[in-house]
């Protein structure tokens, strides 16, 4: 049982080069968010998604899309990096809205 | 909207001593959850507990024990006996069943031997 995985651990962008952080999930989990770490700030959410078909903006949204085509899936992508985009992100899920968040290992991503 | 204070940025203890880490949360909604999840070196993100705002009873599991007390809007962490496993970062989160999770800016706790 792999939980919550994300793809890439690291890495190392120039301003305004795109790319996706991946994410996946084999629980049936039907709640997935993407959440950023910042020094000082805790975790922040980014975006957030209910159900295959279904997402929503969190609290940092900017720069930031997302789309969620199955259940398992939940990538995060990012149009044109710039370095405020520098962070590590998580990728969490839940079978519901008030339950445990179930996180994957992180994504360090630096944006030069 | 919900925010959550944890005012202890960093904690530094010798091992065996007792350790609390304090939460402070705002709402306005009657029902609500709150979390703690711990971080160590590792990066990973560790579930501790989940409690609900109906149930204000004091929880203890093993060395960690947490107090929640709805009059000052706290729900504190104690680590008693601290280990040097126990270095991390702790991190306090609160929802309101909305499907987002506020975090604490997180505190770091080091634990010396």
């Known amino acids: 049982n792999a939980g919550v995985t994300q793809t890439p651990k690291f890495q190392v962008l120039k301003t305004g080069q795109s790319m996706t952080l991946q994410c996946a999930q084999d629980m049936n989990h039907e709640y997935m968010s993407w959440y950023r770490q910042d020094p000082g700030m805790g975790l922040r959410l980014i975006h957030y998604s209910v159900g295959a078909g279904i997402t929503d903006q969190g609290e940092v949204p900017n720069g930031y899309n997302v789309s969620r085509s199955t259940t398992e899936d939940f990538p995060l992508r990012l149009l044109s990096a710039a370095p405020s985009q520098t962070s590590v992100y998580f990728c969490?899920?839940?079978?519901?809205?008030?339950?445990?968040?179930?996180f994957g290992e992180g994504s360090r991503l630096t944006v030069l | 909207a919900q925010k959550v204070t944890q005012a202890q940025t960093e904690i530094s203890v010798v091992e065996k001593e007792d350790v609390t880490l304090d939460c402070v949360y705002e709402t306005r909604d009657t029902t609500y959850y709150l979390f703690w999840y711990k971080q160590p070196p590792s990066g990973e993100l560790v579930f501790l507990i989940r409690r609900n705002s109906f149930d204000e009873q004091n929880e203890i599991s093993g060395r960690y024990s947490w107090n929640f007390q709805k009059s000052t809007s706290s729900f504190n962490f104690t680590i008693t006996a601290s280990q040097v496993v126990d270095s991390a970062v702790y991190f306090c989160a609160l929802t309101i069943g909305d499907y987002k999770l506020s975090f604490g800016a997180g505190t770091t706790v080091t634990v010396r031997a």
């Open positions: 969490a899920s839940s079978l519901q809205e008030t339950g445990e968040l179930f």
